[in-house]
């Protein structure tokens, strides 16, 4: 099955510093890999996608990267703001009606005011 | 749409008690998803649905876990008898199957077991 490792566990920065959290995956055929956001005592939610037809995606202060050759993919938070501390999952899925994704371990972002 | 509804939200039971907890997928779902999310063992998946029949239990820790979804619209998380180790967050979530669906979750269990 998917294995996903996702690094750091624990990332701290300044505020207005940028942010990135890498995670690696195992099986080639995964082609969608989902960002959730978990605030402290609240659900993740979803942040941002890519699918892997695309190498990387936008949307305001967060970006994502994917490069399916080395299968990893990363999530750039500019400017980071203390807003944005919480913990990050990354997830990988592949196609197909059984559609299970497989989470990373969580980073746990500080940003400091 | 309300988004996946779950409760009890928190709750505290004396070991050995049978706990029940319950989701309400989002209208429209065809999948379900029960997680445990605990510090030291992050996010877990304990069961997955599609259309109503459990097709991957094999996160279930043990047969004190049970889970069932009668119908499209509601499902329930046993746990006979209730152990200290067990206290958890206890998250349903729903997405429409397929390739790239977003999975939508819930607010949580928050379950605490003395």
């Known amino acids: 099955g998917e294995n996903v490792e996702q690094h750091p566990s624990t990332l701290s920065v300044q505020e207005g510093d940028s942010a990135v959290i890498k995670c690696t995956y195992s099986d080639s055929a995964s082609n969608y890999f989902p960002w959730y956001k978990q605030e402290l005592g609240k659900r993740p939610q979803l942040i941002i996608d890519?699918?892997?037809?695309?190498g990387e995606k936008k949307d305001q202060r967060i970006a994502v990267t994917l490069n399916k050759t080395a299968k990893h993919f990363s999530l750039h938070i500019t400017e980071t703001q203390p807003e944005d501390s919480a913990v990050y999952f990354c997830a990988a899925s592949r196609p197909g009606g059984s559609y299970i994704p497989t989470f990373g371990r969580g980073t746990s972002l500080i940003v400091h005011p | 749409d309300a988004g996946v509804i779950q409760s009890p939200r928190h709750e505290v039971t004396e070991m050995g008690q049978e706990v029940t907890l319950r989701c309400k997928p989002i209208s429209g779902h065809n999948s379900l998803f029960w997680y445990r999310q605990t510090m030291m063992r992050g996010l877990e998946l304990l069961i997955y649905?599609?259309?109503?029949?459990?097709?991957?239990d094999s996160g279930m820790p043990e047969d004190r876990f049970s889970a069932k979804m009668p119908n499209a619209s509601f499902s329930t998380l046993k746990i006979q008898p209730s152990e200290p180790r067990d206290s958890a967050v206890y998250f349903c979530?729903?997405?429409?199957?397929?390739?790239?669906?977003?999975?939508?979750f819930g607010e949580g269990s928050w379950l605490t077991v003395v």
């Open positions: 649905f599609n259309n109503n029949v459990p097709i991957d």
């Open positions: 890519i699918r892997s037809n695309v």
């Open positions: 979530a729903s997405t429409l199957a397929g390739a790239g669906n977003t999975i939508y």
